[in-house]
């Protein structure tokens, strides 16, 4: 993104299944440090109902300020000037990034592995 | 008037008129603002003003920092409250894809005070699918952008929506509308309606529902039951009528490259009718009181490019009054309409709204006087409390409301036919942009909705491949076959953990680990789950491939495990399997069909930010020309109607408009001209 005085900008981009059951919302945050340094973060949060009368509510699955590696930055850059995903990020997203942050909600994996799956929906887009 | 009616109008006038003029800060981190010793002066949320003010109520994380160092962790904690609350805002409709930006500055930083205040540029949307296409959909936009597009959070319990009016014949007449959209946590949404002066009453109860489906022609489904009472004037005589009704409409999706809606539906009421008058006055074949059974049917089609949009619906109306017949009377109308605007500069359009509506009356047996036409400045639809808008009688803007209904002065009140168009021109003197300028002209968050809005398809493309053919083959005949094998390997990895060589033990780790996610993917497998990701060779994935490379090349190359091999072979099949599915989606016909998808809704979204006005101040020209009959010989059955007036319209809250149009051809019970003044709170009230 080009240089402005917005310091920290974020784009949240949402993503619904085609039976409206399930809703990802993938965000990306940018940070710029007073010394030039920029910092990417993502929150990924994971929602669900079970009838698509219900209101979705609160998340079933949130991984908050997962830090993108530098590695993934300009993936990171690209997907946020476009507020949209590439087709892969979709699938990544609504498939095993969602299906990780829920098995980590139920225990059967670490945050930490949640959240790299997570992190490579940005890496998609290379 | 309420008094929280007063504090909301000047709040949305305030908000809107002083959007931030804000002078930048020097180019610095929040950091450096923090070691200076920064104190926050205000803090301001930009944006569409119904955002800024939902986002402002009750946060405090925003709130508290004004008045209090600055911190570089106040600043962001402040973003994160917004972002926290814009995820959470409800919508009145499901959108398959959004987008929403926050961002956070400093601005009119004073190095003399250490002052400065926090800025939170802020925007969101989605995308109505099923109903972006119709006419009705393109006035909602302009006059309450924040339910049409989500632009703001919505009033999702229940909407309270006063209305004040006058007009000559019904005298200064208030009322309003109450909407509950999801009665008892279900799908039914419950109105209330209702309408009174010392000339009129008028009340409705209705319970609607609907359903939109995901694939095939037909898009939507609409149901209503109502009950209605209405007692309303006419010069010579009472129209008072109670009904119950029940009524049906479906629409398709949007076809072809216009993206034209087909609409079609069909309507059951009956009830009573009475005028006031007595039968030895009228005809032999009308009917001054009775009850009725009415069948109405009607179909049409609408469409909109980015500054038009037309309608054009035809009714049909078959009624019994119980003589013995099976119809009694045959009603049809045919409404047109067509909307242009033309953009004369930013947020100036020149507004151009036509209509033609014509109708006629058949009576083939006892006909309720109430069935005929009665015309005036009040429209009467022919699909009684439905979104698609039929008008079913003459509108000329110069009579009072239900005066036109005849030729001569001894004629029986009511025409039995009748054609009317009519012409409104509007261009806003004043105009204040939906999105304030700082917001829309910031090159960051300009690029993130651009992005989003022209080629948001790309997202949605994975989303409409899950409908094709093979996906839906591979979900009926490989879903649970994968589920077991790989579930069956999972276990037989965990199963030789105890006997793998010391050396082997990284690789065993590491099948362990992707066949357990695999494994997780596959028992989790839903009509919504893309197939490809199972065949997906990229080694930092759990694709079979790569399960195949991890635990038997690698592994079991070594080990010679026959339970894991025969796992291994049936994998290796399930994936040819798989390909070969996976290869027949037709991936060019879903990213065709997420283009056209996206295509319009894309162009309504730039608009926003170049056209859409929050405050519009419109003078109005009005023009209508039409006639009713039955003919009279020596008496003139045309009538013209000119005037103007006013529109005065605070996007998503108020719409006011008043004016006077003269009857250029007035018969003495109709009036030389009529006021007419309409106020109405669009979505104030609610939670």
Not at chain 2, 75 to 96: T, V
Request: net charge neutral; proline share 5%; charged share 25%.
């Amino acid at each position: 993104m080009p240089s402005s005085n917005l310091k920290s900008i974020s784009v949240d981009i949402e993503v619904m299944t085609k039976d409206r059951l399930r809703k990802v919302v993938f965000g990306l945050d940018k940070t710029t440090a007073d010394n030039g340094e920029v910092t990417w973060t993502i929150d990924f949060r994971l929602f669900e109902r079970e009838k698509k009368t219900d209101e979705f509510g609160d998340p079933l699955v949130k991984l908050d300020a997962v830090v993108v590696k530098k590695a993934n930055f300009d993936n990171a850059e690209a997907t946020a000037v476009a507020g949209r995903f590439k087709p892969e990020q979709t699938e990544h997203a609504l498939g095993p990034a969602a299906n990780d942050a829920k098995r980590f909600k139920d225990g059967k994996i670490t945050r930490e592995k949640a959240e790299a799956t997570a992190e490579r929906t940005v890496a998609k887009r290379g | 008037m309420p008094k929280r009616v007063l504090s909301t109008l000047a709040a949305a006038l305030v908000l809107s008129i002083t959007t931030a003029r804000a002078d930048p800060c020097p180019d610095r981190g929040f950091e450096f603002f923090e070691i200076e010793g920064y104190r926050v002066k205000n803090v301001r949320v930009t944006g569409f003003w119904v955002l800024r003010r939902a986002m402002l109520a009750g946060n405090t994380a925003v709130a508290d920092l004004a008045g209090k160092p600055f911190t570089a962790a106040g600043i962001l904690k402040g973003k994160r409250a917004l972002r926290d609350q814009l995820i959470a805002a409800p919508a009145l409709f499901d959108s398959p894809v959004g987008v929403t930006v926050a961002a956070a500055r400093v601005a009119n930083c004073s190095a003399a005070t250490k002052e400065l205040d926090i800025e939170y540029p802020l925007f969101t949307t989605k995308m109505p699918l099923a109903s972006i296409h119709t006419a009705e959909q393109a006035s909602l936009e302009h006059e309450d952008p924040a339910r049409a597009l989500a632009l703001a959070p919505a009033n999702t319990r229940y909407r309270i929506a006063p209305m004040l009016g006058y007009d000559a014949s019904q005298n200064v007449l208030g009322g309003g509308r109450l909407d509950v959209p999801s009665l008892f946590g279900t799908s039914i949404q419950l109105s209330l309606e209702g309408q009174g002066s010392s000339e009129t009453t008028a009340a409705a109860i209705s319970l609607a529902g609907g359903a939109e489906r995901e694939s095939g022609w037909l898009e939507r489904v609409v149901w209503r039951g109502a009950f209605a009472y209405s007692d309303r004037p006419s010069d010579r005589l009472r129209l008072h009528s109670s009904r119950a009704s029940g009524q049906v409409s479906l629409s398709t999706r949007a076809i072809g490259r216009i993206g034209a809606v087909v609409r079609f539906g069909s309507l059951f009421e009956g009830g009573s009718q009475r005028t006031g008058l007595t039968d030895a006055v009228l005809p032999s074949d009308l009917l001054a009181s009775s009850r009725f059974g009415n069948w109405r049917s009607y179909a049409g089609v609408t469409a909109r490019t980015r500054r038009s949009a037309m309608a054009a619906s035809y009714g049909v109306l078959l009624g019994r009054t119980g003589s013995g017949k099976r119809i009694d009377y045959r009603k049809q109308v045919l409404d047109v309409v067509y909307d242009s605007r033309f953009l004369l500069a930013a947020q100036r359009p020149l507004s151009v709204e036509t209509r033609f509506t014509a109708g006629a009356l058949a009576r083939l047996g006892p006909t309720p006087v109430s069935e005929r036409f009665f015309g005036g400045n009040v429209e009467t639809t022919f699909i009684p409390g439905s979104e698609w808008s039929m008008r079913a009688n003459p509108v000329m803007r110069g009579i009072p409301a239900f005066r036109l209904n005849r030729v001569a002065p001894g004629d029986v009140p009511g025409g039995d036919h009748f054609a009317v168009l009519n012409l409104t021109v509007s261009v806003p003197v004043f105009g204040l942009p939906v999105i304030p300028k700082e917001a829309a002209e910031n090159e960051e968050i300009r690029q993130a909705i651009s992005g989003f809005v022209t080629d948001g398809a790309d997202a949605l493309a994975p989303i409409y491949e899950l409908d094709d053919p093979a996906q839906k083959h591979l979900f009926d005949t490989v879903r649970e076959g994968l589920a077991r094998t790989t579930a069956a390997m999972e276990e037989r990895v965990g199963a030789i953990e105890a006997s793998v060589p010391e050396a082997l033990k990284p690789a065993h780790q590491a099948c362990a680990d992707k066949i357990g996610d695999l494994a997780s993917d596959a028992s989790s497998i839903t009509r919504t789950t893309p197939w490809r990701m199972f065949v997906n060779p990229d080694p930092e994935e759990r694709g079979i491939p790569v399960i195949v490379d991890v635990c038997i090349m690698q592994l079991n190359s070594k080990l010679m495990d026959a339970e894991l091999a025969e796992r291994g072979d049936e994998l290796k099949s399930l994936q040819q399997t798989i390909q070969t599915q996976v290869d027949k989606i037709d991936r060019t016909r879903a990213r065709q069909l997420a283009q056209e998808t996206m295509a319009f809704p894309s162009r309504v979204v730039q608009t926003i930010f170049d056209e859409m006005t929050v405050v519009s101040l419109s003078p109005l020209f009005l023009f209508d020309a039409g006639r009713i009959g039955p003919e009279v010989r020596g008496w003139r059955s045309t009538r013209y109607s000119l005037g103007g007036g006013a529109r005065l319209t605070l996007a998503s809250s108020v719409s006011f408009e008043f004016g006077y149009a003269w009857n250029l051809r007035p018969q003495p019970w109709e009036g030389r001209g009529a006021l007419f003044v309409a106020l109405r709170f669009l979505d104030i009230f609610g939670k």
